[in-house]
DNA sequence: CTCACTATGTGAAACATTTAACGACTTATG
DNA sequence: CATAAGTCGTTAAATGTTTCACATAGTGAG
């Protein structure tokens, strides 16, 4: 597959997935076509933007008309290589492991969790969600070319854990801690950060008021 | 509070708690200055754009020095509101909703999950993580003065629910359904997708390959 | 077949964010 | 005290992203 489409903006790359589930909700209810406006209703995204957006695969819709979804949901599922499953580890079967463990990302998706492992011995042996929990001791032996990581583990085993992942093939990680971790320049690394997100959205509640609330009349 | 400071780019802004929980671990440690590159390393952020962050609230170090721990960390205390405590209710004590109610989100940070509704009679009447689950019929009349809520109910009961609690008074909602809430324009709605933040990772591994792996020699 | 309408795709402008570069001042050192 | 080294605060440039606005082309009703 071309890697030479490198030129599209992040912040295009991020919505795709947003597009993509939406998309499917339309052509599960059966809807033929779709128009930039509406879709922005849909996902919160203005339309030009999206026309942008589409616009950096080429021209994907037709004047007048819009998109056919049908058409649209197709490219998509090549581009996001939906056809695919890229398969995950998830490192900590703690409360948030084990809320993801028990949700199902392969609904909607191309992802699916397929090892779980832990440190406390009383989880090993263990089923959450499907997926069996390992030892962390034998991680290098069970990874196998698993190269997408979820850490979820207390952040004072984060920057450990990601060096023994790095060494054992994985190439991007999920990090779930508090924990900023180095890693070599080829390994991707997203953080989400729980706490800063809701310490985020109270600063932003009580430094940039929005419109006036509107009592009811 | 002077809320004239409407000026600080929201990028800033959503660095500021990340930039907090670093200095008070600096604190904790005995650390009395700190540069911008040093934090730059901790935190992964480009010292120029700390130094840019920092010098919108005024000149908060000293050339040739740095910055002084214990003043900056005092100064964002401030800034991010840490004195108070903010309240937050959250809805949905699934997978997800349990793993945030054990979490102790007031450990570095000013915001407590107060009150928390579930829908299962099985759970009401619970304590999860120290916090007593109610009825969601009940919201309206128990959920009080409380302004933040965390949404972690199925995504077919988001929108309705975010109506009510829009209408029980709530300005602002972290939500973490997959489905995209219409609000009025006065609540601040901020999401967190998490389904769409592992596709993306595996999006960018595939097509924004970073530098190549280093075999080891 | 015609024509009013609709909605795309995009050039250009606006806006936002990051990064480079450096003068000015501080501290440390001999 | 003079000088070297360090680090801020900031101006300006570079980069990235969103939005506007409209020519254009295809649609669909009559
Ligand atoms: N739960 C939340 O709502 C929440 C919110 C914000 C941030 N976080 C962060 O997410 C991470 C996980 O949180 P949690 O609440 O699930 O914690 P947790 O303590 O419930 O789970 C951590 C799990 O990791 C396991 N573990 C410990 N060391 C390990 C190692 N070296 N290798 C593999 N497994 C190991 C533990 O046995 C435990 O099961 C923490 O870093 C936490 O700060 C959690
Ligand atoms: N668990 C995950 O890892 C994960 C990942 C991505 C997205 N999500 C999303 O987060 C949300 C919650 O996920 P979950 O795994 O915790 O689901 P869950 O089914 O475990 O929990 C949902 C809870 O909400 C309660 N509920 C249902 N209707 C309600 C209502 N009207 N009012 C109050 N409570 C109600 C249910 O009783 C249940 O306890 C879902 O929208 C899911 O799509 C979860």
């Given at each position: 597959m071309d890697v030479e489409q490198t030129k599209i903006p992040q912040a295009t790359a991020k919505r795709l997935p947003l597009y993509y589930r939406f998309l499917n909700n339309l052509h599960s209810q059966g809807k033929l076509r779709?128009?930039?406006?509406?879709?922005s209703e849909a996902v919160k995204v203005d339309s030009a933007t999206i026309r942008r957006d589409f616009s950096y695969f080429g021209a994907l819709g037709k004047k007048g008309?819009?998109?056919n979804v049908e058409y649209l949901l197709s490219f998509f599922r090549k581009t996001l290589d939906q056809d695919e499953t890229t398969e995950v580890a998830l490192i900590g079967v703690g409360n948030l492991g084990t809320a993801f463990l028990n949700y199902n990302f392969t609904k909607n998706n191309n992802t699916r969790i397929q090892i779980a492992f832990d440190a406390d011995h009383s989880r090993v042996g263990t089923?959450?969600?499907g997926v069996k929990v390992e030892h962390v001791d034998d991680l290098e032996d069970k990874i196998g070319r698993v190269s997408v990581a979820i850490l979820t583990v207390?952040?004072?085993a984060a920057q450990g854990m990601a060096e023994r992942l790095v060494e054992a093939g994985v190439t991007a990680i999920l990090n779930f801690t508090p924990a900023r971790i180095t890693v070599p320049s080829h390994v991707r690394v997203h953080h989400i950060d729980l706490a800063i997100e809701l310490q985020a959205l109270v600063y932003f509640l009580k430094h940039y008021p929005l419109e006036e609330a509107v009592e009811e009349e």
């Amino acid at each position: 597959m071309d890697v030479e489409q490198t030129k599209i903006p992040q912040a295009t790359a991020k919505r795709l997935p947003l597009y993509y589930r939406f998309l499917n909700n339309l052509h599960s209810q059966g809807k033929l076509r779709v128009s930039s406006k509406e879709l922005s209703e849909a996902v919160k995204v203005d339309s030009a933007t999206i026309r942008r957006d589409f616009s950096y695969f080429g021209a994907l819709g037709k004047k007048g008309y819009g998109y056919n979804v049908e058409y649209l949901l197709s490219f998509f599922r090549k581009t996001l290589d939906q056809d695919e499953t890229t398969e995950v580890a998830l490192i900590g079967v703690g409360n948030l492991g084990t809320a993801f463990l028990n949700y199902n990302f392969t609904k909607n998706n191309n992802t699916r969790i397929q090892i779980a492992f832990d440190a406390d011995h009383s989880r090993v042996g263990t089923e959450v969600g499907g997926v069996k929990v390992e030892h962390v001791d034998d991680l290098e032996d069970k990874i196998g070319r698993v190269s997408v990581a979820i850490l979820t583990v207390p952040s004072a085993a984060a920057q450990g854990m990601a060096e023994r992942l790095v060494e054992a093939g994985v190439t991007a990680i999920l990090n779930f801690t508090p924990a900023r971790i180095t890693v070599p320049s080829h390994v991707r690394v997203h953080h989400i950060d729980l706490a800063i997100e809701l310490q985020a959205l109270v600063y932003f509640l009580k430094h940039y008021p929005l419109e006036e609330a509107v009592e009811e009349e």
